[in-house]
């Protein structure tokens, strides 16, 4: 389907910038290509702009935000930085990651006080990796939102959205030059749409069995929990043309999906003092290095399944999440007024649960690491009534893809530009490098929304010029 039809047939329509994908990086592009003069659209393959960002707890990562400063806490872009640095282990790209730290804040602040988007920062816990607390989430902190309130923002900016309108080629000149696309839409019919600037947004590879295969062999029979829609046809586009792919086995994994209910259940109940269990009741790794790498660390662990173990304090911070709200009425949540009790509910032996148990509470008393390397340094008790959840490991979206400078335009393996192409999201490489231990709560929608402004509004100016 990802085509590249090399041809001077007429278009049907020609616009200045066109844009594939109507999730956070294609409405994000969209908003900013309005804004700097030119009438952009959007194609979105479904019947309602959702993706991946529908489907995510919607949290972007910023320091210095207005929020932030409101809710007195101290960052800098060079923390920011540092902290996505150490994580991806040095791989990231220095002048994307320049451009998307930088960004961010404006970003998120352009979406709040000029689209109405009211942003607030997460500060009752930390996210892995990160050393300042900058997740900022709309109120139900749900993806679901995020993309309701950017598609309302779009269309209050007179934004057209084709929706069921799936670009199946795109139609370029010998020299990379994209001069439009092909949209095919459900009854097979066709559209050719011109282009003067492209803005691929339509996320990674994450859906695509074959290329998970490919690139992220350990997770080829792993649960995909982003959007089916996302086949990697910017990725397959973008290397007919000629682009760099880069990183393609980093991704974004997660280790705390309920089972079977496959609701997300928040980071925050382990970063806040719990822990992780196999289903021999004990701890298998250092849960607080990241949910990323917790997809395979708990998909390793027998029948691919561990528990999330922690109390009642920690699920009244969780249920600020929709997802944690969904997955208590869904039942995955139980509930235990003792150890045995809660050993009886998961059928693990009670001296075992009693004894790792009573190990975190030692460790968290005496404070320091423990010998999977966790710092337990502060963290607080855990005390009846205990909670618990069963768990597995899934992939969330692929952090490999078309490798950008920093305008977003997309760049060949020589260095040089593609003349009118650009990414962002997914659909771009990441800044996470190519292992799902470098990516840092938040990169994704990071790259998303950051990116995907500077892209619209770079598009826009190379159309006008
Ligand atoms: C459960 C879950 C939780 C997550 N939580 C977070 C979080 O809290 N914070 C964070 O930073 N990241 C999170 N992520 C990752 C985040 O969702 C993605 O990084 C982000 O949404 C990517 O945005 P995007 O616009 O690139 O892609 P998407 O939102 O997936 O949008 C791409 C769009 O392109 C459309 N499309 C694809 N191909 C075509 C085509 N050929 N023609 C037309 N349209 C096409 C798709 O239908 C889709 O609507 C999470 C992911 C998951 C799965």
Known sequence: MSRILIDDLPFDLTVPVAIVGGGAAGLCAALAAKEAGVAPIVFERDALPQGSTALSAGLIPAPCTAAQRAAGIADSVAAFAADIQTKAHGDADPTVLAAVTEGAAPAIDWLTERHGLAFTVIADFSYPGHSARRMHGLASRSGAELIDRLRAAAEAAEIDIVTEARVTALVAAPDGRVRGLVVTRPDGSEDRIGCDALVLACNGYGGNKDLVAEHIPALKDALYFGHPGNQGDAVLWGQALGAELRHMSGHQGHGSVAHPHGILVSWAVIMEGGFQVNVAGE????????????????????????????????????????????????GAVLQAESSDELAARLSIPPQVIRATLESVAD??????????????????????????????????????????????????????????????????????????SGYLSGNGLLTAVVLGRIAGGEAARLARA
Not at 287 to 315: K, M, N, T, W
Not at 374 to 397: M, N, S, Y
């Open 363 to 436: 460790l968290k008393r005496r404070g320091g690491r423990d010998g999977f390397g966790r710092d337990w340094t502060g963290a607080a008790d855990l005390e009846a009534p205990f909670c618990a959840v069963k768990v597995t490991g899934a992939l969330f979206h692929t952090q490999g893809g078309l490798a950008v400078d920093a305008t977003a335009r997309v760049r060949r393996p020589d260095g040089s530009l593609l003349p009118n192409l650009f990414a962002a999201g997914g659909a771009a490489v990441g800044v996470s490098g190519p292992d799902a």
């Open 283 to 330: 701890r298998f790794w250092n849960e607080a290095s990241g949910y990323s790498e917790a997809a395979l660390a708990v998909l390793g662990q027998p029948g691919g399944i561990a528990y999330d173990i922690f109390d009642a304090r920690i699920a009244g911070i969780a249920r600020q999440f929709e997802d944690f709200r969904r997955a208590e009425a869904g």
